[in-house]
């Protein structure tokens, strides 16, 4: 039985607008999202400082730094999804979120997005140290909730993440991308989370 459920936010429960990924592309002038993983990656652990590290890295950006972080956190959540969420928290599930971010948007999506009104708590890879799709992330997470792993459900959109789930004992779920709300019912409904 599922007490415990982590949901992933990029790709789950929020995606950027109508536009997003090549505006990222253009301000930062990079030539593919590989060049930005290259920069972001290592900023989900919290370990560097995110305006230094998009000064450095994107040497080609068309944007200041402080523009390109504004532009980095346009956000929208699917509301949906979080509908569902409070469906299945009002069941007596727990539910968390479990996602890689680096620290300016963890900031952002704690403070400005509303996610607090609809999960009971917040894991940030940068806030953590450690980041998906490492099982330590998940031996954390689940230690800190102090759930059983054998019965944590957790949801992704990446298999790299959903592995590093299983890998730590939990129960895990990909959903394919871009599906949104559309997936996360049918992994929920799958799991018996939602009637």
């Known amino acids: 039985m599922i007490r415990t459920l ?14 997003w990924s090549a505006g990222i592309l253009r301000r930062t002038g990079a030539s593919d999202w590989e060049e930005i993983s290259a920069v972001e990656g290592p900023l989900m652990t919290g370990r560097r400082d995110v305006a230094s590290a998009f000064e450095a890295g994107f040497a080609r950006r068309t944007v200041s730094v402080e523009d390109l972080i504004e532009y980095w956190n346009h956000t ?5 999804a979080l509908a569902l969420l409070d469906a299945v928290r009002e069941s007596g599930v727990r539910v968390a979120l479990a996602s890689n971010q680096q620290p300016l948007r963890a900031r952002h999506m704690r403070e400005v997005l509303p996610y607090a009104a609809h999960l009971d708590e917040l894991f940030f890879s940068c806030e953590v140290g450690l980041a998906k799709p490492d099982p330590a992330f998940f031996v954390h997470v689940v230690g800190r909730l102090e759930a059983d792993p054998s019965e944590t459900l957790f ?5 790299a993440n959903v592995a ?11 959903i394919p991308q871009d599906t949104g709300a559309v997936g996360l019912r049918r992994a929920l409904e799958r799991h018996g989370l939602l009637g």
């Open 6 to 19: 982590l949901v992933d936010a990029d790709g789950v429960l929020q995606h950027g607008p109508f536009g």
């Open 76 to 80: 929208v959540v699917d509301a949906v």
């Open 155 to 159: 949801v992704d959109d990446m298999p």
């Open 164 to 174: 590093g789930a299983r890998t730590a004992g939990l129960v895990a779920e990909t």
